[in-house]
């Protein structure tokens, strides 16, 4: 919390599935179905190899290591994540899927440990163990107290907004939208008679109505508006033409921030009629650490974003970025000098969005933008 401003912590994918699964208090079973890996258990050894050996089984609060003292000083009024696994005992892996995410439902207290108010599921990865472990995945974070947006029981559930009510009164709503380009299989779109995700298909001119219709029917005066976009490739800096006035348009029809994710890595930040765009940001917890290739992204660097917007318009007021690092499945502060790579790598991308990045006296980021004199 900000002054009278409402802030909310904005986090990109978040993978507790496979090994992270299995160090964590209640392994569920390990069985993979790659091409390479057939045993969860080979994603630990291998972070072990690259970093050092990780205790078992470990505390629910320990993938989110120094993360959660940041939260807890930050005090954000609205924690958001994009919760990129199923969460399920079930073995119905999906046969056209080379990569299946999926955690232990009585690991669960790993997301509740870091106080998070919504998990968003339009992702590649929710159903990766069909619908039966989709509906298993809702009742648990239905059962947990978690809101979800971005998948349902069938396409008017799937598009419906979460509502978070905010203790100095007003609310945020969260909707999610999953786009092909991320890689959800268009037969994962919920309708009217089956269970899904809310995808929007890949077009020239995305229908943003379908989109902000459930959104215009729940909003009241005051509500700040969250649309989470799953898109784009893992890997590379650019945003897409078809990306970039889709965000847009989302703004144009009343959306204050467009929370971005998908990539590996983090993209631009744009502020666009004074409302926060995150293009792409970046991996949030995972067990990738022992995996090779890609270094030039420093893949292990993460980001937690804290924006701060006016409580009556939506409007971005500051932003914080805190740089943080993955090793042994667990989050840490980075080093100045990865914080120093971070900063100069987002402002190099984001500039050409009229947007700059800057070190702060505390060893943080925080975004800087040219103000909109007609926003307040």
């Given at each position: 919390?900000?002054?009278?401003?409402?802030?909310?912590?904005?986090?990109?994918?978040?993978?507790?599935?496979?090994?992270?699964?299995?160090?964590?208090?209640?392994?569920?079973?390990?069985?993979?179905?790659?091409?390479?890996?057939?045993?969860?258990?080979?994603?630990?050894?291998?972070?072990?190899?690259?970093?050092?050996?990780?205790?078992?089984?470990v505390?629910?609060?320990?993938?989110?290591?120094?993360?959660?003292?940041?939260?807890?000083?930050?005090?954000?009024?609205?924690?958001?994540?994009?919760?990129?696994?199923?969460?399920?005992?079930?073995g119905?892996?999906?046969?056209?899927?080379?990569?299946?995410?999926?955690?232990?439902?009585?690991?669960?207290?790993?997301?509740?440990?870091?106080?998070?108010?919504?998990?968003?599921?339009?992702?590649?990865?929710?159903?990766?163990?069909?619908?039966?472990?989709?509906?298993?995945?809702?009742?648990?974070?239905?059962?947990?107290?978690?809101?979800?947006?971005?998948?349902g029981?069938?396409?008017?559930?799937?598009?419906?907004?979460v509502?978070?009510?905010?203790?100095?009164?007003?609310?945020?709503?969260?909707?999610?939208?999953?786009?092909?380009?991320?890689?959800?299989?268009?037969?994962?779109?919920?309708?009217?008679?089956?269970?899904?995700?809310?995808?929007v298909?890949?077009?020239?001119?995305?229908?943003?109505?379908?989109?902000i219709?459930?959104?215009?029917?729940?909003?009241?005066?005051?509500?700040?508006?969250?649309?989470?976009?799953?898109?784009?490739?893992?890997?590379?800096?650019?945003?897409?033409?078809?990306?970039?006035?889709?965000?847009?348009?989302?703004?144009?029809?009343?959306?204050?921030?467009?929370?971005?994710?998908?990539?590996?890595?983090?993209?631009?930040?744009?502020?666009?009629?004074?409302r926060?765009?995150?293009y792409?940001?970046?991996?949030?917890?995972?067990?990738?650490?022992?995996?090779?290739?890609?270094?030039?992204?420093?893949?292990?660097?993460?980001?937690?974003?804290?924006?701060?917007?006016?409580?009556?318009?939506?409007?971005?007021?500051?932003?914080?970025?805190?740089?943080?690092?993955?090793?042994?499945?667990?989050?840490?502060?980075?080093?100045?000098?990865?914080?120093?790579?971070?900063?100069?790598?987002?402002?190099?991308i984001?500039?050409?969005?009229?947007?700059?990045?800057?070190?702060?006296?505390?060893?943080?980021?925080?975004?800087?933008?040219?103000?909109?004199?007609?926003?307040?």
């Amino acid at each position: 919390m900000s002054g009278d401003l409402v802030t909310l912590f904005l986090f990109g994918d978040v993978m507790l599935g496979r090994g992270v699964d299995q160090i964590l208090p209640h392994p569920g079973d390990p069985t993979l179905r790659e091409p390479v890996v057939t045993d969860a258990r080979d994603y630990v050894a291998m972070a072990e190899h690259a970093n050092g050996a990780i205790p078992r089984p470990v505390d629910f609060s320990w993938p989110w290591g120094d993360a959660l003292g940041i939260l807890d000083r930050a005090a954000p009024d609205v924690r958001i994540v994009n919760l990129e696994t199923s969460v399920t005992r079930s073995g119905q892996f999906d046969p056209w899927k080379q990569v299946h995410y999926r955690m232990e439902p009585d690991n669960v207290p790993a997301l509740s440990s870091a106080g998070l108010d919504v998990c968003t599921l339009a992702n590649n990865h929710v159903l990766d163990f069909g619908h039966g472990g989709l509906r298993q995945t809702l009742a648990v974070l239905n059962e947990a107290g978690l809101g979800t947006a971005g998948a349902g029981s069938d396409a008017e559930d799937a598009r419906r907004p979460v509502t978070i009510p905010l203790e100095r009164g007003g609310r945020v709503l969260v909707s999610a939208i999953g786009m092909v380009s991320s890689g959800i299989p268009p037969r994962w779109a919920a309708t009217e008679a089956r269970p899904g995700v809310h995808v929007v298909p890949a077009s020239a001119d995305p229908d943003v109505a379908e989109v902000i219709e459930p959104l215009r029917q729940s909003r009241r005066p005051g509500d700040i508006v969250v649309v989470s976009v799953h898109w784009g490739s893992n890997w590379g800096y650019e945003v897409t033409r078809q990306q970039r006035d889709l965000a847009h348009a989302l703004v144009d029809h009343g959306v204050d921030v467009v929370f971005g994710h998908s990539s590996h890595h983090p993209r631009p930040v744009e502020v666009y009629r004074g409302r926060l765009i995150l293009y792409g940001c970046g991996d949030g917890i995972d067990d990738y650490e022992g995996i090779g290739g890609h270094e030039a992204y420093h893949k292990d660097l993460r980001i937690l974003y804290l924006a701060s917007v006016a409580p009556d318009t939506g409007a971005l007021k500051a932003m914080r970025l805190v740089a943080m690092r993955a090793r042994r499945m667990r989050l840490e502060r980075a080093s100045r000098a990865e914080s120093h790579w971070l900063r100069a790598t987002l402002d190099r991308i984001s500039r050409p969005f009229g947007s700059q990045v800057i070190a702060t006296s505390v060893g943080e980021l925080s975004l800087g933008w040219k103000a909109d004199p007609a926003v307040r």
